[in-house]
């Protein structure tokens, strides 16, 4: 029982794989445990289900908005336009961060990994630093001329040290 209650303290939003033990528990605890874990398989599935559905969603607005994008860019010049355009602009940034959101989502990181801070502040400075930066920002202009054409392939990685 002890582990039992152990194991269920360790499930949460990011650790919905972990089921109860049923072996070695008591016959009559037995049907409440197993009650338990399939109350947790479909948790597991609503979530990945949700976590799909977000992705899919997100991905499926890009083409709409590239090809909005493109006929907003046909119109003649003017407040009109500029308005669309920065709805536009807000309209793709927040599906973008609804895909981060979902990639982020999906992301699990094991609870006894390590993580190599020093190396991670080496590389946020000095020269190579100022390269990472630069680095992504030129992933983000990929991006930006990916979306406007209507391409969906992702931009390309450099080969650069910082492997962003």
């Known amino acids: 029982m002890r582990e039992a209650s152990t194991t269920a303290a360790a499930i949460g939003p990011t650790r919905t794989d972990v089921r109860l033990p049923e072996q070695a528990m008591p016959a009559e605890i037995v049907p409440l445990v197993h009650a338990v874990n399939q109350a947790l398989d479909r948790l597991e599935a609503g979530f990945r289900a949700q976590r799909d559905f977000t992705a899919d969603m997100a991905h499926e ?20 336009r500029d308005a669309l355009r ?14 981060d959101i979902a990639e982020l989502e999906s992301f699990i990181v094991a609870s ?4 190599d801070l020093a190396r991670g502040l080496r590389r946020g400075r000095g020269l190579h630093g100022a390269a990472c930066r630069r680095h992504v920002q030129d992933h983000r202009a ?16 450099c080969s650069a040290p910082c492997a962003t």
């Not at 607005?61 to 009109?80: H, K, Q, Y």
């Not at 920065?86 to 895909?99: G, K």
């Not at 006894?112 to 993580?115: I, N, T, V």
């Open 142 to 157: 990929d991006r930006r001329r990916a979306d406007r054409s209507g391409c969906t392939a992702m931009p390309r990685r």
């Open 86 to 99: 920065t709805d536009l602009v807000n309209m793709t940034r927040t599906v973008n961060q609804v895909l």
């Open 61 to 80: 607005l890009r083409t709409p908005l590239a090809i909005m994008r493109a006929r907003v860019d046909a119109l003649e010049p003017g407040p009109v």
């Open 112 to 115: 006894d990994a390590r993580a």
